[in-house]
Each structure stands twice: as C-alpha cells, then as structure tokens.
C-alpha cells in the first residue's frame, strides 16, 4: 500500500487520521508514535518532524479513535482500552502501513500501549521502544491528578483548548478520564507484560510528574529482562517533551542511534 504523506486510514470500524514523514517502511525503518491520553496526531506539534530529521528514518503518527480527527469511540469505553489498542487496533495498523522494522514511541497512554504490544506479541520488526511517562500501573497521586483534569474540564477553559485539536473534546476526555476514575480501574497493571518485553527500552520521565512517580520506573527495572535506559529529567512533568523539549529530544536521538540494529536497518530496507 502506498501511503500518502497525511489522510486517513479504516481500522475495523474506524477511520484514523495519520501523517507519515520521511521514507517509507520499504525504504528505511519507521518510528510509529503513540500519543497520550489526551493527545493526537496534531498535539505532537513539531517533535515529530524534528525526530524525523535527526534519524533519518520514517515516522508515523496517528490519532486513535476518539482523538483529534479520526472516529468517536462509544463511551464509556471499556477498562481494558489500552489492551484493546495493542491486541486488536496496533497489529492491523502496523500491517496496514506496510510496518518492516522499527520503534515504537508512546507517551502516557501511548507508552503504556506499546509496552502491552511489545510484552504480548513476538514481533520480529520491532526493534526498541521509547516510552515517555509510562504508566504500569495506578497510583493514587496519579489518580488525585486525574481527578483534578475533570474538575478543569468542566470549571476552566480546558474543553475550549481541547476542541481545538479534536472535533469531539467530550468524546476524547471522558473517554480518557471515565475509565481512569472508575473504581475497578484501581486493579490496572500492566507489570506482568513487561517480563515478556524483548527489546531495548528507554524511558523519559520528568522528576515533577504529576501522574506518576519514580515508582513506574522502578517497576521496569525490576521487572525487564531487556536492556533499559532512563532519562528521570528535573523541571519536568507529564509532557517532557513539551517542558524540556531539547533534553528530551537529545536522549532520545542519542537512543535511537545506539540501538545496534539501526543502522542494519538501514542498509538492509
């Protein structure tokens, strides 16, 4: 299938806007990138053209359903989105857009997703994973954050700025924030997935994030048999790409540059 640089893509029941940067997967390895909970497609601002220029390889990015332009999603949406993601949504994605070899970079929800997928399927094509403030599993300061976003949905300006991005703000925030806040979400953890994870992994998190603590951290270093690098980045949050975008931007090239089979990748496309 030959892909053009931006349009929409039908997934199952779903149409899923998309851009694509830089050579196709015939031609070089793609970097797909999973956006946060909130995010889509167009959230990722300029990051995704810069990584583009400073590794050469192709770069994929998409809003699920829900977000930005692509398709609504019936709410509530069921505790087990984000396996849902990974086992039904990313496969046929990956084979849609012709995936070879390559990385997955998520952030927040995006991570978590592509930690699933690497930890539950044996995917030869994928050789690493980025994974920007991962969630492993719950906790409850994390939880106390997500309670406060409702709470400035609803009082502050925060739709308004949303609906910039996405033409149905409710359906992508609540879609999000219901299922966070839903008590049977307490018992999420994703943990047991990240022993089968058999790629390098680098994880960035800001020191101030404010839905989750070194703790998530901690857990993949205990729980991975794979290689895992860390970037725990002062005078950051939940978004370091957004809030020390250089820092970010640098250990994530650097990343990508050491993974040994890139430049295989790369000869071999």
Known sequence: MSLAESGFLTIGPHSLEYRFLGPRPDRAPTIVMLHEGLGCAGLWGDFPDKLQRATGTGVFVYSRAGYGQSSPVALP?????????????????????????????????????????????QDHRLGALVLIAPHFFTEDSGIASIVEAK?????????????????DPDNAFYGWNGAWLDPDFREWDITEQLTYIRVPMLIVQGKDDQYGTVKQ????????????????????????????????????????ANVGRINEWARAA
């Open 77 to 121: 949406r069921p505790l087990t989105y984000m396996h849902d993601e990974a086992s039904d949504v990313l496969p046929a994605l990956l084979d849609v857009i012709g995936f070879r070899r390559g990385i997955l970079l998520g952030h927040s929800d995006g991570a978590s997703i592509a930690a699933i997928y690497a930890g539950t399927h």
């Open 151 to 167: 709470t400035a949905y609803e009082t502050t300006d925060l739709k308004q700025k949303l609906a910039r991005w996405h033409k």
């Open 217 to 256: 951290i901690e857990a993949a270093e205990r729980e991975c048999y794979c290689p895992v690098e860390v970037a725990l980045l002062a005078d950051a949050r939940h978004s370091p790409q957004r809030e020390q975008p250089e820092a970010t931007f640098r250990v994530i090239t650097d990343f990508v």
